[in-house]
């Protein structure tokens, strides 16, 4: 059993997200409800309780161990303090922001359970970053050891480029840890730094500090939002009002003192700083800092009273519900800016949808359930965190997807590079923020008021409130979220009037999930059964839960059923990417198919007719890391020769993809026949390509790449199909590409690729061409040269005119290096 353990008897340890009771001082407002804070929940429920397991013996030692980046980059600020000669410190913007948060998430753990190692782990951290902040507050080791520049976007100097440097969004994640660490163990070290960096960031920001900004208030808010959630946090544990009237001012300051006025990162929605957040009506720029800076106004709003915030937030909720989220909970669909794109841009393969911005999808909705006691925002808290959060990292706890996307071919690298979870990424807010999520979870299953207990997350787990002057367990037993069948034990020390809410979800009723953008096209004839010690409850749903007011005694049985047969969603029509398509959904699971469990490409099926749901088949799937449901049903294919076969597809929940291996997934499936497509690898028909051929050709990729017509941005291949030899170092290569018909060549480009690994330019390359079955060298104009120039295509032309079939490229690698084209570029004169 997974059990909470008090670590600290002399401190009230707070619900960790929200923390909602003060330590020192009165709140003179505050959210409606109270969360039960997670380590006062006792979590036995065979879905979670693994992956918290998984959490403390996996996830956590793995992100340590890959964060000593970030440790070295503070060792480096303190021993330049302490007078020591630093040597070769690499500036970073951010990197010890991902150490903090799984600092924060160690110390979760320690208050489920007394761990001395990670104790004296985090005692060490502590220590260092004590070490690396400067006397006055600051705390930021690229400036403190003079290694940021304005060149590499940190500024030249302290506070001189706010809008990208993460100096306020890096010192938000130590206090968060620092408050965890101290609500672990009691000791304040870290407190002490976090609280001597928010008076120093209140001297200079708004009082004014003549060592910087000539002794002028910067009055500048953070261009990555997360400073004015810690602070809340900061002033819930202290008690000292000054740092919420700091994480009011800096949201009162966004869109109002400070707007860029550039473009993609630099553009005045990136950060959400177009206009003053009370007047902010949709969701734009970053997924991330949007949800971040929606949780702050949600927390400010409550503590101060300001209602504009409220208001300003329910139509930001419903613009993303309506028409900003994919089916799974993801947010920030648009790469470049890992954002909102226009209203319905909703793609699949191409989706982005940051982890994080999952996360942050999370974390909003919960805290609008607490504002407003509406159901409706843990409906979507629950389809993100079960779908989207939980795809982010394997079962196994040591790989992750930074990128989410709906559809993915098993080659093309969309998750920084790679065509499935890494094992780490150079940005790796990602993993680091599922270290300190997952923790929390339990803490999101229950809340209260002074008479009322709301059910809010489903889970096998129980715990002990108290209601007045009356303690009262609750127990519940459930295989939930794989199963609605949900038991619930009240026992009250003694009888007690009150009531309980139970949470009725929207997938168990009309829709999968809240806002006008998914419904069901199918009906369902199974009721959700209410019963209390037998007998059955009316359902009156209000705000999406069941309230049972009455006399409540010691062992009170109450059994909720919510029916989970797989439902068949549509989407809004105008989601481009969704016409003429369906997905299949089980309770809270978004589900998906695998190439790995229907032998090819998942691309090819398709449903002709509405599918047969009521003769799918569940089951459960087992493998080294875990257990996953798995549910069969009809379909149909189509097959080489564009014929259609009857097929049983297997389906997997979307959470659980890509614990097996690297193949293709689907969300959507066409319901026409002709958006089915057998092998997504193959060339498209607009190809000037008949077929293309390689000597070698990696596992991981593709030969089709060369010729798909997806255009490279870059030369690292993280956003396109590409073609390697990997991993065939110094061993000579050669690609061949064969036209439509034959052609009078105007010219080549090759695309190549270099990443920061094995695959490099070519050391030498040339071409051939072939006619009439002949080979022969391909003469270059005079002024021509075989190139390898970075992020363009390298074009050569012919000396003469010349008409050929087929082109062969030739290329010498280096002798430690691979080589992979990306795109070849033929172009023909006029016939």
Same mark, same amino acid.
């Given at each position: %059993?997974?059990?909470?353990?008090?670590?600290?008897?002399?401190?009230?340890?707070?619900?960790?997200?929200?923390?909602?009771?003060?330590?020192?001082?009165?709140?003179? /407002?505050?959210?409606?409800?109270?969360?039960?804070?997670?380590?006062?929940?006792?979590?036995?429920?065979?879905?979670?309780?693994?992956?918290?397991?998984?959490?403390?013996?996996?996830?956590?030692?793995?992100?340590?161990?890959?964060?000593?980046?970030?440790?070295?980059?503070?060792?480096?600020?303190?021993?330049?303090?302490? @007078?020591?000669?630093?040597?070769?410190?690499?500036?970073?913007?951010?990197?010890?922001?991902?150490?903090?948060?799984?600092?924060?998430?160690?110390?979760?753990?320690?208050?489920?359970?007394?761990?001395?190692? !990670?104790?004296?782990?985090?005692?060490?951290?502590?220590?260092?970053?004590?070490?690396?902040?400067?006397?006055?507050?600051?705390?930021?080791?690229?400036?403190?050891?003079?290694? @940021? +520049?304005?060149?590499?976007?940190? @500024?030249?100097?302290?506070?001189?480029?706010?809008?990208?440097?993460?100096?306020?969004?890096?010192?938000? &994640?130590?206090?968060?840890?620092?408050?965890?660490?101290?609500?672990?163990? =009691?000791?304040?070290?870290?407190?002490?730094?976090?609280?001597?960096?928010?008076?120093?960031?209140?001297?200079?920001?708004?009082? =004014?500090?003549?060592?910087?900004?000539?002794?002028?208030?910067?009055?500048?808010?953070? @261009?990555?939002?997360?400073?004015?959630?810690?602070?809340?946090?900061?002033?819930?544990? +202290?008690?000292?009002?000054?740092?919420?009237?700091?994480?009011?001012?800096?949201?009162?300051?966004?869109?109002?003192?400070?707007?860029?006025?550039?473009?993609?990162? %630099?553009?005045?929605?990136?950060?959400?700083?177009?206009?003053?957040?009370?007047?902010?009506?949709?969701?734009?720029?970053?997924?991330?800092?949007?949800?971040?800076?929606?949780?702050?106004?949600?927390?400010?709003?409550?503590?101060?009273?300001?209602?504009?915030?409220?208001?300003?937030?329910?139509?930001?909720?419903?613009?993303?519900?309506?028409?900003?989220?994919?089916?799974?909970?993801? !947010?920030?669909?648009?790469?470049?800016?890992?954002?909102?794109?226009?209203?319905?841009?909703?793609?699949?393969?191409?989706?982005?949808?940051?982890?994080? *911005?999952?996360?942050?999808?999370?974390?909003?909705?919960?805290?609008?359930?607490?504002?407003?006691?509406?159901?409706?925002?843990?409906?979507?808290?629950?389809?993100?965190?079960?779908?989207?959060?939980?795809?982010?990292?394997?079962?196994?706890?040591?790989?992750?997807?930074?990128?989410?996307?709906?559809?993915?071919?098993?080659? &093309?690298?969309?998750?920084? =590079?790679?065509?499935?979870?890494?094992?780490?990424?150079?940005?790796?807010?990602?993993?680091?923020?599922?270290?300190?999520?997952?923790?929390?979870?339990?803490?999101?299953?229950?809340?209260?008021?002074?008479?009322?207990?709301?059910?809010?997350?489903?889970?096998?787990?129980?715990?002990?409130?108290?209601?007045?002057?009356?303690?009262?367990?609750?127990?519940?037993?459930?295989?939930?979220?794989?199963?609605?069948?949900?038991?619930?034990?009240?026992?009250?020390?003694?009888?007690?009037?009150?009531?309980?809410?139970?949470?009725?979800?929207?997938?168990?009723?009309?829709?999968?999930?809240?806002?006008?953008?998914?419904?069901?096209?199918?009906?369902?004839?199974?009721?959700?059964?209410?019963?209390?010690?037998?007998?059955?409850?009316?359902?009156?749903?209000?705000? =999406?839960?069941?309230?049972?007011?009455?006399?409540?005694?010691?062992?009170?049985?109450?059994?909720?059923?919510?029916?989970?047969?797989?439902?068949?969603?549509?989407?809004?029509?105008?989601?481009?990417?969704?016409?003429?398509?369906?997905?299949?959904?089980?309770?809270?699971?978004?589900?998906? /198919?695998?190439?790995?469990?229907?032998?090819?490409?998942?691309?090819?099926?398709?449903?002709?007719?509405?599918?047969?749901?009521?003769?799918?088949?569940?089951?459960?799937?087992?493998?080294?890391?875990?257990?996953?449901?798995?549910?069969?049903?009809?379909?149909?294919?189509?097959?080489?020769?564009?014929?259609?076969?009857?097929?049983?597809?297997?389906?997997?929940?979307?959470?659980?993809?890509?614990?097996?291996?690297?193949?293709?997934?689907?969300?959507?499936?066409?319901?026409?026949?002709?958006? *089915?497509?057998?092998?997504?690898?193959?060339?498209?028909?607009?190809?000037?390509?008949?077929?293309?051929? /390689?000597?070698?050709?990696?596992?991981?990729?593709?030969?089709?790449?060369?010729?798909?017509?997806?255009?490279?941005?870059?030369?690292?291949?993280?956003?396109?199909?590409?073609?390697?030899?990997?991993?065939?170092?110094?061993?000579?290569?050669?690609?061949?590409?064969?036209?439509?018909?034959?052609?009078?060549?105007?010219?080549?480009?090759?695309?190549?690729?270099?990443?920061?690994?094995?695959?490099?330019?070519?050391?030498?390359?040339? !071409?051939?061409?072939?006619?009439?079955?002949?080979?022969?060298?391909?003469?270059?104009?005079?002024?021509?040269?075989?190139?390898?120039?970075?992020?363009?295509?390298?074009?050569? &032309?012919?000396?003469?005119?010349?008409?050929?079939? *087929?082109?062969?490229?030739?290329?010498?690698?280096?002798?430690?290096?691979?080589?992979?084209?990306?795109?070849?570029?033929?172009?023909?004169?006029?016939?």
């Amino acid at each position: %059993m997974w059990r909470a353990t008090v670590l600290r008897s002399k401190l009230k340890i707070l619900s960790p997200v929200f923390m909602l009771t003060m330590l020192v001082g009165p709140v003179v /407002a505050d959210y409606p409800l109270r969360p039960v804070p997670f380590n006062e929940v006792q979590m036995t429920s065979d879905f979670w309780r693994p992956r918290l397991v998984t959490q403390r013996e996996t996830l956590v030692p793995f992100a340590f161990e890959r964060t000593q980046p970030g440790v070295e980059h503070l060792q480096a600020a303190r021993d330049f303090l302490a @007078g020591k000669e630093v040597e070769d410190h690499r500036a970073h913007r951010f990197i010890d922001s991902d150490l903090y948060k799984v600092m924060e998430g160690a110390a979760y753990l320690l208050q489920l359970r007394r761990d001395s190692a !990670l104790e004296a782990k985090l005692d060490e951290l502590a220590d260092v970053i004590a070490g690396a902040q400067q006397q006055n507050g600051y705390l930021y080791p690229s400036h403190t050891t003079g290694v @940021g +520049t304005e060149k590499n976007m940190m @500024g030249d100097a302290p506070y001189t480029f706010v809008v990208h440097s993460h100096e306020l969004y890096n010192v938000g &994640h130590l206090y968060e840890a620092a408050i965890a660490y101290y609500q672990a163990t =009691g000791k304040k070290k870290l407190l002490d730094v976090a609280e001597k960096s928010a008076q120093h960031i209140n001297e200079v920001f708004f009082v =004014g500090d003549p060592d910087y900004n000539d002794g002028t208030p910067i009055r500048q808010a953070p @261009g990555h939002q997360e400073l004015e959630l810690a602070l809340v946090k900061l002033h819930r544990v +202290t008690g000292k009002p000054l740092y919420l009237d700091m994480a009011k001012k800096f949201l009162e300051i966004r869109g109002n003192t400070y707007v860029p006025d550039g473009e993609g990162v %630099m553009s005045p929605t990136y950060a959400q700083q177009h206009a003053a957040v009370t007047d902010q009506k949709e969701a734009v720029g970053h997924a991330v800092r949007a949800t971040y800076l929606y949780s702050a106004m949600a927390d400010v709003g409550s503590l101060t009273g300001e209602s504009g915030y409220g208001t300003a937030l329910d139509h930001i909720w419903g613009d993303i519900t309506n028409t900003r989220m994919h089916i799974t909970g993801g !947010l920030g669909a648009v790469h470049g800016i890992e954002g909102f794109g226009p209203q319905y841009e909703l793609p699949n393969a191409d989706a982005f949808n940051e982890t994080c *911005a999952a996360v942050g999808n999370v974390l909003f909705n919960y805290r609008m359930f607490l504002l407003h006691k509406d159901a409706k925002y843990l409906d979507v808290a629950e389809v993100a965190l079960l779908n989207n959060v939980l795809a982010a990292v394997n079962l196994e706890g040591n790989r992750f997807f930074y990128v989410n996307p709906l559809d993915a071919d098993g080659k &093309h690298p969309f998750n920084h =590079g790679t065509a499935g979870r890494a094992p780490w990424f150079g940005t790796a807010c990602c993993p680091s923020n599922m270290a300190r999520l997952l923790p929390q979870v339990p803490g999101m299953t229950y809340a209260h008021d002074d008479r009322d207990v709301y059910i809010t997350f489903y889970a096998e787990s129980r715990t002990e409130i108290t209601l007045g002057d009356v303690k009262v367990e609750l127990q519940q037993q459930t295989a939930y979220p794989n199963d609605g069948e949900i038991s619930l034990v009240v026992n009250p020390a003694k009888q007690k009037q009150f009531r309980v809410l139970l949470r009725i979800p929207t997938w168990a009723r009309h829709q999968f999930v809240p806002g006008d953008l998914y419904r069901y096209l199918d009906t369902n004839d199974e009721a959700v059964r209410l019963t209390v010690n037998g007998e059955d409850v009316s359902l009156q749903i209000e705000q =999406g839960f069941v309230a049972i007011d009455r006399q409540w005694k010691p062992g009170d049985l109450v059994q909720l059923t919510l029916p989970m047969p797989v439902r068949v969603n549509e989407c809004h029509p105008s989601v481009q990417a969704n016409q003429k398509r369906i997905a299949l959904t089980r309770g809270p699971f978004v589900l998906c /198919a695998e190439g790995v469990d229907n032998g090819g490409a998942t691309q090819r099926f398709f449903f002709a007719k509405a599918p047969d749901v009521a003769g799918a088949a569940v089951s459960t799937k087992t493998i080294d890391a875990g257990s996953f449901l798995q549910v069969r049903i009809a379909a149909q294919a189509v097959t080489a020769d564009r014929s259609v076969e009857e097929v049983q597809l297997v389906l997997t929940p979307y959470y659980a993809w890509n614990n097996r291996s690297v193949s293709s997934m689907s969300v959507w499936f066409p319901s026409d026949p002709e958006l *089915a497509v057998f092998d997504p690898h193959l060339l498209p028909k607009e190809s000037v390509f008949s077929e293309v051929a /390689a000597s070698h050709t990696f596992a991981d990729d593709t030969i089709n790449a060369v010729g798909d017509g997806k255009e490279p941005r870059y030369s690292s291949g993280k956003k396109v199909p590409r073609w390697t030899s990997r991993p065939q170092k110094g061993k000579s290569q050669w690609v061949e590409a064969r036209f439509q018909k034959p052609q009078n060549l105007r010219s080549i480009g090759i695309y190549w690729m270099q990443d920061r690994f094995d695959v490099k330019f070519p050391a030498q390359w040339s !071409l051939e061409v072939e006619q009439n079955g002949n080979w022969k060298p391909f003469e270059l104009y005079v002024t021509d040269r075989y190139d390898t120039r970075a992020n363009q295509y390298n074009v050569v &032309h012919p000396a003469a005119p010349i008409r050929c079939d *087929a082109i062969r490229v030739r290329m010498t690698p280096r002798a430690d290096a691979c080589v992979g084209i990306l795109e070849i570029l033929a172009e023909f004169e006029q016939e």
